[in-house]
């Protein structure tokens, strides 16, 4: 009895864990009530978000592009600019650039590419409001070709700032860059500064040729195993993340097609005219609640502090009618900061050393939730689910006090990490089973982590919450303890 109740305690703390990453609803509409704007998308494969920004990629977008959206402050304009800003001078200017017969290089420092460049200083930019006008690398800003036009979908006026980069390709040095075509388009209303941007990236004519010879081929194929197995370079992820708006380049897949092509052309155009359409403006209202990860799931939003971000992933699942999956990551804009700056002055290595990895590191959280419909479930696991439920609180906790001793001992383990401070605990009232996991850590003897786990589950839902700091201490207590503030609802 005593070992398969152990069994079946183990499978119902698996139940949220096992269950595949997702789903996307049919339309998706992010609001940003403080910043004053909402964005409606279709089927998003992932998306971002911090405070003032919002972006994604759209699972059947044909070109691949990412988009975003930054909110930026009238009072983060004129720290940048050095002059006081709002939307009736805004919008005075973009009236002379629409006047103008031919679109050229404009005078006014907002619709100059100058003042969205990275800044050339390798410290990490701490402010994530600042970070917001980073747009163009050096390297973009330097080789690309940039155009200027006006713009108006419905009843807004747009400065577009447009920029096509050649990409670069070199075998000897072993330089393979895709080329890249990128519009902003730049807006007000309320004395907000909006900045909407669209990147899509292709192979280089060079990079094409080589793939057509032996050796291009064999490389080609180790890249993409890579990609597939070891997912994004940290030197991609570290260029792409140093602006909370620009998740492109770690993030989007490699296409075969070319920028050149007047018809991959027009369907870009006609994509980034529907982005367009999908912006709505109007003016903020006062926060009622703090910013935070929207959860379609769950259907809540659970509060993040201003300076932290997080990545929501929504990949499909195949012939799992009912079944709908949220994974998100947060963590501080300050440490995706450091890992940029890192990557702008060359000093990330191609395989980082544990000790950079713990030194870039602060603290993060991870949140998985699924929800399950009632009358999609069949009789197997209707069955099973009351078999977990009915087992008393006391048996299930006096199994996990019987298993602790023997996981925290198993030298498997301890090769890896040794835990310390170890406590568990499981409860079950009939409707939730929520259990957990708090323990110090040390990995490969010699980095320090904290760790909370929580794993909790209804008959219709349930989630996962992991959050892990450097150290011995939570530096954010109040997101540690996020997942423990998360109400599991029955699905209606």
């Not at 006047?99 to 410290?123: G, I």
């Not at 012939?319 to 440490?335: H, Q, S």
């Amino acid at each position: 009895m005593k070992k398969s109740l152990n069994a079946a305690i183990i499978s119902s703390l698996l139940v949220v864990s096992s269950a595949c990453p997702a789903f996307a609803a049919v339309k998706n509409i992010y609001t940003d009530a403080d910043s004053g704007f909402s964005v409606q998308t279709v089927k998003p494969v992932f998306e971002y978000a911090s405070r003032h920004s919002y972006g994604y990629q759209e699972d059947k977008s044909v070109t691949d592009s990412f988009v975003s959206l930054a909110a930026i402050p009238a009072n983060v304009v004129e720290k940048k600019t050095g002059v006081k800003f709002t939307t009736k001078d805004f919008m005075k200017n973009l009236t002379v650039e629409m006047d103008k017969k031919a679109a050229v290089k404009s005078d006014y420092v907002l619709f100059q590419p100058e003042t969205y460049l990275y800044p050339e200083s390798e410290q990490p930019e701490p402010d994530m409001e600042k970070a917001l006008f980073q747009v163009f690398n050096k390297e973009t800003f330097e080789d690309g070709i940039f155009s200027y036009e006006t713009k108006t979908v419905g009843k807004q006026d747009y400065y577009v700032i447009s920029v096509k980069y050649p990409g670069a390709f070199d075998k000897e040095k072993d330089i393979d860059k895709n080329a890249s075509d990128m519009k902003i388009y730049l807006t007000s209303a309320n004395d907000i500064l909006y900045l909407a941007q669209s990147y899509c990236n292709a192979e280089t004519e060079a990079s094409k040729k080589a793939r057509e010879t032996e050796e291009g081929k064999n490389k080609e194929a180790e890249l993409k195993k890579n990609y597939e197995e070891k997912g994004v370079s940290m030197e991609t992820a570290g260029e792409a993340l140093q602006n909370p708006q620009a998740l492109q380049k770690a993030l989007l897949p490699l296409s075969d097609s070319s920028l050149n092509d007047p018809k991959f052309q027009k369907v870009l155009e006609k994509e980034r005219d529907t982005i367009l359409k999908g912006i709505t403006f109007f003016k903020p209202a006062k926060r009622e609640t703090s910013f935070g990860i929207v959860d379609p799931v769950l259907k809540q939003t659970l509060p993040l502090p201003d300076d932290w971000l997080y990545l929501k992933l929504n990949p499909d699942i195949k012939n799992r009618e009912g079944l709908k999956v949220n994974v998100a990551v947060a963590l501080p804009y300050l440490t995706v900061s450091k890992v940029g700056a890192m990557a702008a002055a060359n000093t990330i290595t191609r395989e980082l050393k544990p000790e950079e990895v713990y030194n870039l590191y602060d603290e993060s959280l991870i949140l998985a939730s699924y929800s399950l419909r009632k009358n999609n479930k069949n009789k197997e696991i209707t069955e099973f689910a009351d078999e977990i439920f009915s087992i008393p609180q006391t048996e299930m906790q006096k199994a996990v006090d019987e298993m602790m001793p023997k996981l925290l001992a198993d030298e498997d383990i301890k090769k890896y990490a040794v835990l310390d401070n170890a406590k568990a605990t499981i409860t079950n009232d009939g409707q939730t089973i929520r259990f957990n996991f708090d323990s110090n850590v040390k990995v490969m003897n010699q980095f320090d982590f904290l760790t909370r786990a929580t794993l909790a589950g209804t008959r219709e839902n349930g989630l996962l919450g992991l959050f892990i700091a450097k150290g011995d201490k939570a530096k954010t207590k109040s997101v540690m303890d996020l997942a423990d503030t998360v109400k599991l609802l029955p699905e209606k």
